[in-house]
């Protein structure tokens, strides 16, 4: 009889509630299956606006730098981008260390930006960390902004001569690629 | 949609059309006897204005494409191609490229006329915020179609527009490479734009469908703001107002024409007819005047928001433009949720009238501020118009829903209209 009474009741409403559990099982794992069914469809629709495998094997760029005089600059193109290479003359080098970092709105001293022993050569994407324009500055006759380095017309950023933002809206210095220095007058972007 | 009680129609082939599927009903119900306040102003002929235009960009669209390349080698050449050699091309292209500046010049008049006469309260929240979208989806689709002609200011417009989502902190530099499908703007950006700019304004088509649904779900709102009563307060929309639409629209089509014939470069920028150039920015860029005013509220935050002394940036300035500007388009949307007060009409409001019309004039100010190099003092008047711009939406309107006197209202439109006629009289 006790037996009885404390099976009864439990045995309803253990199948009861079984009922609900095996179907409300039922919705989630069908739901969950179609996310993931779903999920793994529009991945391939999502991920084909990345860049393409040619697009992504773009061949690195060499740069004979010996017809850049000193004082000089000049843009090649990378990966579809302006690099800047620049032979920087013995001023904007003193220029450029004797920045106090503590001014600086991304602190990095000029040796983190130029190469041991190839100091005089600065090479930098040559576009602006606000939102992608080429700044002025690589011809003579350019304005070249408040720090002797590059200005940025479209919204008015000020990079010094290491390429460092200074002034203006742009939140980072302008960026160093990959490169190396195959020879002293060889470089090798990418 | 199905038609409730048919009457029978008398032509035949219409009748068996119509009782299988109940179209020629359909367009009787919403465009023929549809009842319409009768106190209608021109403010009101934009809705189809806008439309007619919509329609106008799709099919000069359309035939554009047939000649157009999008390929970075010869999109530029394309389009001169299409104007110089292409029969009727010049016409086509100036049609399509006016023809933006003229669509949103209806919108924007649109939009202005939902603002003064309350047409964003309840009920029509929804029917005002389907429009906020179709307005963000025309920006979208203006922006990408400018980028086709593959000039300086396509290349170096879809440069800095782009790189406005690198703003976003974390993923903002992949989302960015997502866009581009490169390392720049470049063929593959070209290519998928012009994908998109075909497809955004079907998209539009969509919600515009679903814009005029709702409309004829609440009925249109009037120059009163209150709602009609009964038979004495409307007319048929047909023939009243599909004579009165078509009017403006002809007065509106005068005048684009005027535009396409005698000034189509008018509104244009003469550096988008030199080829885009990676290398080269132009010293000033600017966007289509229709984006000025958001363009200026994107430049004019020139300051991080840091905590004092800890050097500990919250929000850097290119974020914080960033988000203002897409912000601002937000507070269009959320509009019917600030505004309480219980008055729609402006005519009713002499408080928020004037706050709205100096809201328009600030439109305006930003807009030129938007056109200038930001230096000077350009800049400070950016910001100004920037804080008015927001404080209309989050501190104006809410003072004025409680502290704006509510007047009492015409007992209805028809009283109104005839107390006006009565008045005129004598
Ligand atoms: C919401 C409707 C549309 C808007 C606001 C719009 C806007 C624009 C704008 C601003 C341009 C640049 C014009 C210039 O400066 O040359 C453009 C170009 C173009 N659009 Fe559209 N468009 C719309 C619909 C369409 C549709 C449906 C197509 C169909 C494929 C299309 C195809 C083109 C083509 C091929 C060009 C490049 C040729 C040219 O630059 O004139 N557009 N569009
Ligand atoms: S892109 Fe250089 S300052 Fe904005």
């Given at each position: 009889?006790?037996?009885?009474?404390?099976?009864?009741?439990?045995?309803?409403?253990?199948?009861?509630?079984?009922?609900?559990?095996?179907?409300?099982?039922?919705?989630?794992?069908?739901?969950?299956?179609?996310?993931?069914?779903?999920?793994?469809?529009?991945?391939?629709?999502?991920?084909?606006?990345?860049?393409?495998?040619?697009?992504?094997?773009?061949?690195?760029?060499?740069?004979?730098?010996?017809?850049?005089?000193?004082?000089?600059?000049?843009?090649?193109?990378?990966?579809?981008?302006?690099?800047?290479?620049?032979?920087?003359?013995a001023k904007e080098i003193e220029e450029a260390k004797a920045v106090d970092l503590g001014e600086l709105r991304d602190p990095q001293t000029d040796e983190?930006?130029?190469?041991?022993?190839?100091?005089?050569?600065?090479?930098?994407?040559?576009?602006?960390?606000?939102?992608?324009?080429?700044?002025?500055?690589?011809?003579?006759?350019?304005?070249?902004?408040?720090?002797?380095?590059?200005?940025?017309?479209?919204?008015?950023?000020?990079?010094?001569?290491?390429?460092?933002?200074?002034?203006?809206?742009?939140?980072?210095?302008?960026?160093?690629?990959?490169?190396?220095?195959?020879?002293?007058?060889?470089?090798?972007?990418? | 949609m199905s038609s409730g009680?048919?009457?029978?129609?008398?032509?035949?082939?219409?009748?068996?059309?119509?009782?299988?599927?109940?179209?020629?009903?359909l367009l009787q119900k919403e465009y023929g006897i549809f009842p319409t306040p009768k106190n209608f102003n021109y403010f009101w002929n934009f809705g189809a204005i806008a439309m007619v235009m919509l329609s106008l960009m799709i099919i000069t669209g359309i035939v554009l494409a047939m000649s157009y390349a999008a390929?970075?080698?010869?999109?530029?050449?394309?389009?001169?191609?299409?104007?110089?050699?292409?029969?009727?091309?010049?016409?086509?292209?100036?049609?399509?490229?006016?023809?933006?500046?003229?669509?949103?010049?209806?919108?924007?008049?649109?939009?202005?006329?939902?603002m003064y006469y309350g047409s964003y309260k309840q009920p029509r929240e929804l029917l005002w915020m389907l429009g906020v979208l179709i307005f963000l989806l025309m920006m979208a689709t203006a922006f990408m179609g400018y980028v086709l002609p593959w000039g300086q200011m396509s290349f170096w417009g879809a440069t800095v527009i782009t790189n406005l989502f690198s703003a976003i902190p974390l993923v903002g530099d992949s989302i960015v490479t997502l866009l581009w499908g490169g390392f720049s703007v470049d063929?593959?950006?070209?290519?998928?734009?012009?994908?998109?700019?075909?497809?955004?304004?079907?998209?539009?088509?969509?919600?515009?469908?679903?814009?005029?649904?709702?409309?004829?779900?609440?009925?249109?709102?009037?120059?009163?703001?209150?709602?009609?009563k009964g038979k004495q307060d409307t007319l048929p929309f047909h023939p009243y107002y599909t004579m009165k639409d078509s009017f403006g629209i002809v007065v509106f089509l005068i005048i684009f024409a005027g535009f396409v014939f005698f000034a189509p470069n008018y509104m244009g920028h003469p550096d988008n007819y030199i080829p885009a150039n990676p290398l080269v920015t132009p010293t000033h860029i600017v966007p289509e005047w229709y984006f000025l005013p958001f363009?200026?509220?994107?430049?004019?935050?020139?300051?991080?928001?840091?905590?004092?002394?800890?050097?500990l940036v919250l929000c850097p300035a290119k974020l914080g433009g960033v988000?203002?500007?897409?912000?601002?388009?937000?507070?269009?949307?959320?509009?019917?949720?600030?505004?309480?007060?219980?008055?729609?009409?402006?005519?009713?409001?002499?408080?928020?009238?004037?706050?709205?019309?100096?809201?328009?004039?600030?439109?305006?100010?930003?807009?030129?501020?938007?056109?200038?190099?930001?230096?000077?003092f350009w800049v400070p008047l950016a910001q100004l118009c920037t804080v008015y711009y927001f404080a209309f939406f989050v501190v104006i309107i809410p003072f004025l829903n409680k502290k704006e006197p509510v007047v009492p209202l015409p007992n209805s439109i028809n009283e109104a209209v005839l107390n006006k006629n009565t008045k005129a009289a004598s």
């Open positions: 009889m006790s037996a009885d009474q404390t099976k009864k009741p439990s045995s309803t409403e253990g199948n009861h509630g079984e009922g609900e559990t095996r179907r409300d099982f039922l919705y989630l794992t069908a739901a969950a299956f179609g996310a993931v069914g779903a999920g793994s469809f529009a991945w391939p629709l999502i991920d084909q606006m990345n860049p393409a495998a040619d697009t992504l094997a773009l061949s690195s760029t060499e740069v004979d730098l010996s017809p850049i005089e000193e004082g000089q600059a000049i843009t090649v193109m990378w990966r579809g981008k302006p690099v800047f290479i620049r032979h920087r003359t983190e930006r130029v190469q041991e022993g190839h100091e005089k050569w600065l090479v930098m994407v040559g576009i602006c960390t606000h939102l992608g324009c080429v700044p002025l500055g690589q011809k003579n006759a350019d304005v070249k902004g408040e720090y002797d380095g590059w200005f940025c017309p479209c919204h008015g950023s000020h990079y010094d001569s290491s390429g460092r933002i200074r002034k203006g809206p742009a939140p980072t210095n302008m960026a160093i690629p990959d490169y190396t220095f195959i020879n002293d007058t060889m470089i090798k972007i990418g | 009680n048919r009457e029978k129609l008398d032509n035949p082939v219409m009748e068996w059309v119509d009782s299988r599927l109940p179209i020629f009903s390929n970075t080698e010869i999109a530029f050449d394309s389009v001169e191609r299409i104007m110089r050699d292409v029969n009727h091309g010049w016409l086509l292209r100036y049609l399509h490229s006016n023809g933006a500046s003229f669509f949103f010049i209806a919108v924007y008049i649109h939009i202005f006329r939902g063929n593959p950006t070209l290519n998928r734009f012009f994908a998109l700019h075909y497809l955004f304004p079907f998209l539009i088509v969509g919600v515009v469908f679903l814009h005029v649904w709702a409309l004829h779900v609440t009925g249109s709102n009037n120059p009163l703001g209150i709602e009609p363009y200026a509220i994107l430049r004019a935050i020139t300051f991080d928001i840091a905590i004092p002394f800890t050097g988000l203002l500007m897409f912000g601002s388009i937000a507070m269009l949307f959320i509009l019917p949720f600030l505004d309480k007060h219980p008055v729609r009409s402006a005519r009713f409001r002499p408080w928020y009238k004037i706050a709205l019309i100096l809201f328009v004039i600030n439109a305006f100010v930003l807009g030129v501020c938007g056109g200038k190099p930001a230096e000077g």
